[in-house]
């Protein structure tokens, strides 16, 4: 079943007008082809995920519930990750950096395609729900629920971290721009389905959670850490409150760059709905850097 799922994820990313950029952009794709890693909902991982993401954070059964799902046992579910990863125009194209008197910005082809991904991301989530539904069987997206959130309280953290749960599927490691690096690399996005079908679950075959860094392998490399304008990365790690203050500046100026273009976004924060924001990312970090596009430990 797993081949089929990604047969027909394959077919939706190639098929959708939503995984195009504008006209003004070249009208290409924003994400090249899926990859997908399955969990089962008992596997103790979560629990771990309570205390290394925070409290806040669901586990696959409280999610089901929270979602309206038939109450099931944790055993009978499995969480199913999708890897979304840019295109090589894009990466190619991320060279073309804006150097404005105050702040660095990505290239417009990036932040318009990180703006425009986000409704593709939604359209996949809800194919792949109907999908389940069609062959007989139950699903939900744990980010299209109202619990989900962003947590302030201390750190920054959502209650479904896309990234903790594609770990938890085997897809890649953390690293130190905190990305989760793949075999296709870390300038991708992240999303999952839960659901009842028989998935067959795929193998964590990491040995180490940061195995896929060189800096954390090999104590070289950090190039990270040259290429964040905010100085948000250091050995120490990722200074989230740095990276989220940057990511703003760079938002409010992308916003007057590209007011007509770019799509609004709604986010709930500590719980509650929030105005409409109009995300485009920054990831300098993940541009012209040896995990950019693969697994730079990886000798295969
Ligand atoms: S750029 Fe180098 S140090 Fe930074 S996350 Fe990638 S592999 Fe690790
Ligand atoms: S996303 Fe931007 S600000 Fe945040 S760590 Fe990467 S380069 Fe730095």
């Not at 950029?21 to 290409?28: N, S």
């Not at 990750?81 to 950096?97: L, Q, T």
């Not at 070289?220 to 200074?239: L, Q, R, S, V, Y």
Request: aromatic content about 10%; charged content about 20%; proline content about 6%.
């Amino acid at each position: 079943m797993n081949e089929q799922l990604l047969h027909f994820l394959e077919n939706a990313f190639a098929d959708s007008e939503l995984n195009r950029l504008p006209e003004k952009f070249g009208g290409g794709r924003i994400f090249t082809s899926p990859l997908i890693g399955v969990v089962a909902g008992d596997d103790p991982i979560f629990l771990k995920f309570k205390e290394v993401v925070g409290p806040e954070h669901f586990t696959p059964p409280e999610m089901w519930k929270e979602c309206g799902q038939e109450e099931l046992l944790a055993e009978q579910l499995r969480i199913v990750s999708i890897v979304f990863p840019y295109v090589k125009k894009i990466r190619d194209e991320s060279k073309n950096i804006i150097q404005l008197p105050r702040v660095t910005l990505p290239a417009d082809i990036y932040s318009v395609g990180r703006n425009y991904a986000n409704e593709f991301m939604v359209y996949i989530l809800k194919q792949c729900i109907s999908y389940f539904q069609e062959i007989g069987f139950m699903a939900a997206a744990g980010v299209l629920n109202e619990v989900y959130t962003i947590v302030t309280k201390g750190t920054f953290y959502s209650t479904w971290s896309e990234r903790h749960i594609a770990f938890a599927t085997g897809l890649g490691t953390f690293s130190l721009h905190e990305g989760l690096i793949t075999e296709v690399g870390c300038n991708i996005r992240l999303a999952s389905v839960i659901t009842n079908a028989s998935l067959e679950i795929t193998p964590r075959k990491y040995k180490e959670p940061y195995s896929n860094c060189l800096y954390f392998t090999e104590g070289t490399c950090k190039t990270c850490i040259e290429k964040c304008p905010a100085n948000a990365i250091t050995e120490n790690g990722h200074d989230k409150t740095k990276c989220y203050n940057y990511g703003q500046k760079i938002a409010r100026k992308m916003k007057i760059r590209h007011e007509s273009l770019l799509k609004p976004t709604i986010r709930r924060v500590n719980g509650k709905l929030r105005p409409p924001v109009y995300p485009v990312g920054c990831a300098f970090c993940q541009f012209g850097v040896p995990c950019m596009d693969k697994n730079p430990t990886s000798n295969e």
